[in-house]
């Protein structure tokens, strides 16, 4: 899978390089490229933000550099994007961009990228998400900053790729940087060949719509808590039966919503 990242903290995906992402960059299993969004700018403060018209809290990016950025990683040429700027004063007044016109196929029949934008005002990422995205050829993570992204990035980019607005959880992070971070780690173990024993994926929290059972592992008796006795029985059906019971309660106690209705 090839990832691209636009971020102007590139220095905080570092971490990428370590452990079994880390080994899957260095397989080739995962092609990940950090883009320093500051890289597109042109004036001395390589400035990314500005006030925002009709006035508010806060800064808004400015559309040049993720435009330059965009082009860049999506392989549209200054032709393409002088094309789409041609067209801009006769579009001005026409309805905002629906799914429908968005580019769901490249000229050539192919699947253009998926371009993610981490925000609060996103579809909530789960597991399911995580699976579906592990499909996926080429993911660009767009991260913003400050009070968001001028608008026209957003619709720029559905008329190159299929766009994602995807948020993290029902609160507000300072940027995307976080949030990317999390659903490449979720996203990056589904990958065939990311994790050494795929067995591992199969018995997890989510998987199956229920919560892990809880694990155990030597020594059996320690500061005198006990392991489980039927853990330590060798009778694998009664252990499956344990197991499964524990995920049913934990499921029930913690994220009684998981379960389906009684
Ligand atoms: N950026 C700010 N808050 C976020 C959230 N909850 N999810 C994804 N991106 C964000």
Same mark, same amino acid.
């Given at each position: 899978?090839?990832?691209?990242? =636009?971020?102007?903290? *590139?220095?905080?995906?570092d971490v990428l390089d370590i452990?079994?992402? &880390?080994?899957a960059r +260095?397989? &080739? !299993?995962?092609?990940? @490229? !950090?883009? @320093?969004?500051?890289?597109? $700018?042109?004036?001395?403060?390589? $400035? =990314?933000?500005?006030?925002? /018209? #009709? &006035?508010?809290?806060g800064m808004v990016m400015k559309?040049?550099?993720?435009?330059?950025?965009?082009?860049?990683?999506?392989?549209? $040429?200054?032709?393409?994007? +002088?094309?789409? +700027?041609?067209?801009?004063?006769?579009?001005? @007044?026409? %309805?905002? +961009?629906?799914?429908?016109?968005a580019a769901t196929t490249a000229a050539d029949g192919s699947i253009p990228p998926l371009v993610?934008?981490?925000?609060?005002?996103g579809d909530v990422f789960n597991q399911a998400m995580a699976k579906e995205l592990a499909h996926e050829d080429h993911l660009v993570f767009g991260c913003g900053r400050y009070e968001g992204i001028d608008q026209r990035v957003?619709?720029?980019?559905?008329?190159?790729?299929? !766009?994602?607005?995807v948020s993290l959880g029902d609160y507000v992070l300072n940027g995307g940087e976080v949030a990317t971070m999390a659903m490449i780690e979720a996203i990056g173990r589904l990958i065939p060949g990311v994790v050494g024993n795929p067995e591992s994926l199969t018995e997890e929290s989510h998987e199956d719509g229920l919560?892990?059972?809880?694990? /155990? $592992?030597? *020594?059996?008796?320690?500061? &005198?808590?006990? !392991?489980? %006795?039927v853990?330590?029985? #060798?009778?694998?059906?009664?252990?499956?039966?344990?197991?499964y019971e524990q995920r049913v309660e934990r499921t029930r106690r913690v994220r009684p919503d998981l379960l389906p209705p009684e």
């Amino acid at each position: 899978m090839k990832i691209d990242i =636009v971020s102007i903290f *590139p220095t905080f995906f570092d971490v990428l390089d370590i452990s079994l992402l &880390g080994k899957a960059r +260095q397989n &080739g !299993v995962i092609n990940l @490229d !950090v883009h @320093d969004l500051r890289d597109f $700018t042109f004036d001395r403060h390589r $400035t =990314v933000d500005d006030t925002p /018209y #009709g &006035g508010g809290a806060g800064m808004v990016m400015k559309p040049e550099p993720w435009g330059l950025a965009l082009d860049e990683i999506l392989g549209i $040429t200054e032709g393409q994007a +002088q094309d789409d +700027q041609a067209k801009k004063p006769a579009d001005q @007044d026409a %309805p905002a +961009q629906t799914d429908a016109d968005a580019a769901t196929t490249a000229a050539d029949g192919s699947i253009p990228p998926l371009v993610i934008f981490p925000s609060p005002a996103g579809d909530v990422f789960n597991q399911a998400m995580a699976k579906e995205l592990a499909h996926e050829d080429h993911l660009v993570f767009g991260c913003g900053r400050y009070e968001g992204i001028d608008q026209r990035v957003f619709d720029y980019a559905e008329q190159h790729a299929r !766009v994602r607005l995807v948020s993290l959880g029902d609160y507000v992070l300072n940027g995307g940087e976080v949030a990317t971070m999390a659903m490449i780690e979720a996203i990056g173990r589904l990958i065939p060949g990311v994790v050494g024993n795929p067995e591992s994926l199969t018995e997890e929290s989510h998987e199956d719509g229920l919560l892990e059972y809880p694990s /155990y $592992t030597k *020594p059996s008796t320690w500061r &005198g808590q006990e !392991v489980p %006795p039927v853990l330590l029985s #060798g009778n694998h059906g009664a252990i499956e039966k344990w197991r499964y019971e524990q995920r049913v309660e934990r499921t029930r106690r913690v994220r009684p919503d998981l379960l389906p209705p009684e």
